[in-house]
Structure formats: C-alpha cells, structure tokens
C-alpha cells in the first residue's frame, strides 16, 4: 500500500520536474523523486541500496542546486533569533528522543549481530551450488542489490558519454 | 610521451613499452577472461574481471596511442556491448519468472567445485563483466576524445 503511494507520488513528481518552468523547482522534484525511491528501497528490505540512493541525493542535490543557482541564498536572521533557537532545540530533543528508542533496541555489546548472515554461511553452498561465499551472496541471495549497482553505473556511463560526446561540444561552439 | 618513432606508428610510447605491450596484453585479457568464467569458484567475479579485460584495452591504448585501440574496439561496438550486458543481466532476472519469483536460480545447481555449476551465476558474472568492462572503456575512451578535441581547438 505504502509503495504504490510512494510510487504514484514519484511519478507525480518526475511529472512536475519535467513540466515546471522554474528550474530550481525542478531541481527540488527530482529530488523528492530520489528521496520517495529511498523510502521505497526501505520498505523493500533494502536497508544497503536506501543508504546508497540517500547519499548519492544528497550530493547529485547539492551539485544541481549549485549549479542552478548563480549566486549564494541570502541568510536572514536578523530578529528572528528567539524561534530559530527555539526550533534547534525542538529538533534536537526530538532527535535525541528517536535516538534513545532506537538505542535502546540493539543488542548488548558482543551478542551476534549476524543472524542472517550465519545462514548465508551454512547454507550458501547448498542452496546455490557456487563455492564462492561472496559470488553466491551478491549474485543470488542479494541479487537485487546487484541489480540496483549495475544501473548505477549503467546510467552513469550513459551520463558520461552524453556529456563527452563531440556534436555535443560543437553546438556550444 | 608524443615523439615521433621509426618503424610502424608514430603514436603511442617507445619501442620498449610497444614491445613488452604486445607480449603481456594477451595475457590479461585471458587472465580477466579467467577471473570472470572462474567468479563462482574462487576469489573475484564479474566486477573484478570487467576491469581487468578494461584495464587491458587501456593499456593497449596508452602504448600504441588511440587509433589502434579504437580500430580493436569502436566506440560504437562499446556502447551496443554495455547495452547487451544489461539486457542480458535483466533478462536472466526475468528468467527466474518462470520457475516462480524474480531472480530465481532455476537452472541446476551442478557439483559444487566443477566449472559449470551454480545456474545462473556464472551467467551473471558474465553479463555484469561485460557491463563493467566495456562502461569503464567507453568513459576511458570518451576522456581520451574529450582531451584530443581540447589540443585540435
């Protein structure tokens, strides 16, 4: 249910990117796109892809926006030094609170974290047939993430030759 | 590194490096070839092969200059290859629709130890070997062009 908001929500929102005409607007709607895809890698038990695709945002963000953007955004904080102390601290308390549940439920120093992983240990060989422990995880136990990388750099060698490209070099000439 | 040899071409690095090139290329081709075909059975696999084969490519290309490397290797021939090692990933995710589930190992799993085991992995390695290898040529190669524009301006 939650992934077919997320997914209605992201076309909605490559929809707005390409049709709006203001191009820091359009910066910020392929950036909700990456951040509802983040969510869905979540939702998905891909905790490993979601921490990949919220980095690789956040910098593709900050590289567009810097790029959009000619000239620094004007800082205003004269007079209004009272509710921006109030909401740092709000959030800082509401950080340490999360932080504390979450805390609270991982497991005491020294107990084995690997619960899933002893299982791809015993039984790798077994139920894929390959010797090697890493080719039978990332190539069948976790293929998915696999996948994910590959097109990554799929996407990124395509972006690359795009902008290499030489009728590309010319036009601007 | 540009000085101009007698002998075959004029492009490229000297007479030493040409010679030790011709004699050692081969080899890590056939060695990434091996790391890629053997990925199930020992250390490596697909991404680790792929840059090997690139490396090799690269490596010709830094010897003997860009018109060799590119006459063994169009840039076209790179961009359908990377496309196919794509395709050919997918579809054997595809391929697991048929025995029930995305990504499932449906062909026989073999004697563990022997080189044709595993099902679909050493599909996979393969497919993946010949995304990453020919993408990472193929940014190697638009660099090199993106250089060669920049001098001829």
Same mark, same amino acid.
């Given at each position: ?20 005409? +203001?191009?820091?607007? /359009?910066?910020?709607?392929?950036? /909700?796109?990456?951040?509802? =895809? ?20 956040? =910098? ?5 926006? !810097?790029?959009?953007?000619?000239? +620094? =955004? ?5 007079? !209004? ?40 240990? +015993?039984?790798?060989? /077994? ?7 890493? /080719? ?8 998915? +993430?696999? =996948? ?16 290499? !490209?030489?009728?590309? !070099?010319?036009?601007?000439? | ?5 007698? *002998? ?30 053997? $990925?199930?059975?020992?250390? *490596? ?18 010897? &003997? %200059?860009? #018109?060799?490397?590119?006459?063994? &290797?169009?840039? #076209? ?41 595993? *099902? ?7 497919? @993946?070997?010949?995304?990453? %290898?020919? $993408?990472? &040529?193929? @940014? &190697? ?13």
């Amino acid at each position: 249910m939650e992934l077919h908001l997320l997914l209605l929500f992201m076309i909605f929102a490559a929809v707005v990117a390409v049709e709006v005409k +203001d191009l820091l607007s /359009s910066v910020i709607a392929v950036g /909700s796109v990456g951040f509802a =895809l983040c969510l869905a890698f979540l939702i998905l038990k891909a905790p490993d892809l979601a921490i990949t695709q919220l980095v690789v945002e956040i =910098l593709c963000l900050i590289i567009l926006i !810097r790029a959009t953007l000619k000239k +620094d =955004l004007p800082l205003v904080i004269e007079g !209004r030094w009272v509710f921006n102390t109030l909401s740092t601290l709000t959030f800082i308390g509401v950080f340490l609170f999360f932080a504390y549940l979450a805390l609270k439920e991982l497991p005491a120093f020294g107990h084995p974290l690997m619960s899933v992983a002893k299982r791809y240990l +015993d039984e790798g060989v /077994s139920k894929t047939g390959a010797v090697n422990i890493v /080719s039978a995880i990332i190539l069948d136990f976790r293929a998915y +993430d696999t =996948l994910g990388e590959a097109t990554v750099l799929f996407t990124s060698v395509i972006g690359i030759m795009a902008i290499l !490209r030489r009728p590309g !070099r010319r036009k601007i000439e | 590194m540009k000085q101009a040899m007698p *002998g075959n071409s004029k492009a490229g690095m000297s007479l030493i490096v040409k010679t030790i090139t011709r004699l050692t290329v081969g080899l890590i081709l056939l060695f990434g070839i091996y790391i890629v075909l053997h $990925g199930h059975l020992s250390p *490596g696999g697909g991404f680790a092969g792929g840059v090997i084969i690139a490396l090799s490519f690269v490596h010709l290309m830094l010897a &003997f %200059g860009k #018109d060799v490397a590119v006459r063994k &290797f169009p840039k #076209d021939m790179a961009s359908n290859l990377e496309s196919l090692g794509a395709l050919m990933f997918l579809s054997i995710a595809l391929l697991g629709l048929l025995g029930g589930s995305f990504f499932l190992n449906i062909l026989g799993k073999g004697k563990p130890f022997s080189l044709f085991s595993a *099902g679909t992995i050493p599909l996979s390695n393969i497919a @993946i070997s010949l995304k990453v %290898g020919v $993408g990472l &040529f193929a @940014i &190697f190669l638009a660099l090199v062009i993106l250089e060669k524009a920049k001098k001829e301006e």
